[in-house]
C-alpha cells in the first residue's frame, strides 16, 4: 500500500453581507493509505481532522471536527472506471447558542458514487450521484439531500 498525508488551509469570504456570519479561516489535515485490492481495483481509507475559526460572529462560534474516510475504484474497461467514496464526520463548537442554549454538535454521513470516462487521454467525463445527511442536537442544523452531477475535466500539464 501507499501512505498519505494532506494539510489544506484556507478561508471562507461571503460577498453578500446576509452570508458573512458564516465567514471563517479553516485548516483541515488527514492522513491515510491507498492499496490494491486486485489487479482492477483499489480501496484507500484516511482519518481526517479540521477546524474552522469564525470570523463573521457565527453564534455556534469555531467548529473543530474529527472523522473518517473510505474510498474505493474499480476499473470496468480500459476507457471507464466506477468510484465510491464514504465518510463519516463528528463536529463540535465552541459556543453556546444564545437560542438553544447549548454548544452544537453535528454528526454528518456522506455517500459519493460515479462512473469515470476517459474521453481522451488528458480529457474525463464523470457522472455521478452524492447524498448527504447531517444529524444535529440543533433540529434546524439537520438534513438530507441527494445531488446527481455530470462533470468534465482536463489535465494541463
Known sequence: G?????LHLG????????????????VSAGAGMTTRLDEKSTV??????GLDEDKGGNPSGDRQGIGGRVAWEQILTPSFRLAAVASLVRSRYNA????FLTERED???DFEAFLRY????????RLGAWRSEQDSNIPIYEY???DWWISVSRLFD
Open 11 to 26: 478561508s471562507y469570504r461571503h460577498p453578500p453581507e446576509d452570508l458573512k456570519i458564516y465567514d471563517a479561516d479553516f
Open 96 to 99: 453556546v447558542d444564545a437560542i
Open 2 to 6: 501507499v501512505l498519505f498525508g494532506f
Open 44 to 49: 484507500s481509507v484516511a482519518l481526517v481532522t
Open 118 to 125: 476517459q474521453v481522451a487521454p488528458k480529457l474525463e467525463m
Open 107 to 109: 454528526t454528518r454521513l
Open 144 to 146: 438530507a439531500r441527494t
